[in-house]
């Protein structure tokens, strides 16, 4: 559904104390895609986001980290007031959770696509294949086509993807299985281009449609929705030329799964922000997809 009305209603809320902290659910998928933000909480359902998208977004990028209602209203130099409305609204959907809060997650529903591709990039996460590969192909069953660039090999061998019953691309002229067009094939036949884990690099590629790879080539013609799953460190994701292509990317008509926490390679720790997606998450999003894109290109 469309929350449009989310400030509108904002009379009848009692807004949160100073002290009140708030952080992002464990279950909470956000994704973005035009000037839209949709929000999906295993424990209660889907909705999306129409008004004050930009400032919404920026509330649950922070809260990866528990924050008060004075901190957020300071970072984004607003009223305590529609911050405070905002993350009312966003506890009462169970978006948000007090540091102290436990929400149930629900059994995950069959995934309505019957195949997909999946692009890989050589971001430090694509070490999460093997299990998103096993679990699509074994507990959800669909047919499955990987792309892995170049960098993807260095961090992962193909054969290993293979064994596990997905067919691994890399070469946009070779010939397989009858294929003679590896890119227009691919394009066409799958219901889903999903891209994850996509590195800073991969998602320059996609925004400047360069078509130097097979993957930017399959995005360039599949009349699929395509969802990107970025992976990097917080300081690259924040860095404005990023961000300016992942605007790109959103006008575009593509679905990004936004910031998360992740490990942090560098810090050998976890990190709120560190973009990464796991493979639970993935699969668990997929049904959440099949009801609400529709196959088109913009």
Known sequence: MVDEDMIVRSPDLALPRPSDRFVRAPDVLVMTCGGALSIRVVSYGEFVIAKHVE??????????????????????????????????????????????????????????????CLGISGAIHVLGTIQLVATLRTSVNVELEVIATSNARRFIDPNVLEYLGARVWSDSHAMRD???????????????????P???????????????????????????????????H???????????????????????LEPSIGYSVSQQCMEPGACAVSAANITDILPWLGRNIVRTRT
Not at 69 to 81: G, T, V
Not at 207 to 228: N, R, W
Not at 234 to 256: I, T
Request: proline share 7%.
């Open 55 to 116: 400032t919404v977004r920026a509330i649950l990028y922070i809260t990866l980290v528990p924050s008060t209602m004075p901190e957020l209203a300071s970072k984004l130099n607003l009223s305590e007031h529609l911050v405070g409305v905002i993350l009312v609204s966003l506890f009462a959907k169970r978006v948000l959770i007090s540091v102290n809060a436990t929400e149930p997650r629900k059994e995950i529903p069959s995934i309505p696509f019957r195949r997909i």
């Open 178 to 196: 009858g294929i003679r067009v590896p890119h227009i094939w691919l394009g066409e036949q799958s219901d889903l281009l999903l891209i994850a």
């Open 198 to 232: 996509a590195s800073a690099n991969t998602l320059q590629r996609l925004a400047s449609g360069a078509c130097s790879d097979l993957l930017s080539l399959v995005a360039a013609t599949t009349s699929a929705p395509i969802v990107i799953a970025p992976s990097m």
């Open 234 to 256: 917080p300081a690259m994701w924040n860095y404005k030329p990023v961000a300016r292509n992942v605007s790109v990317l959103r006008e575009a008509g593509m679905f990004l």
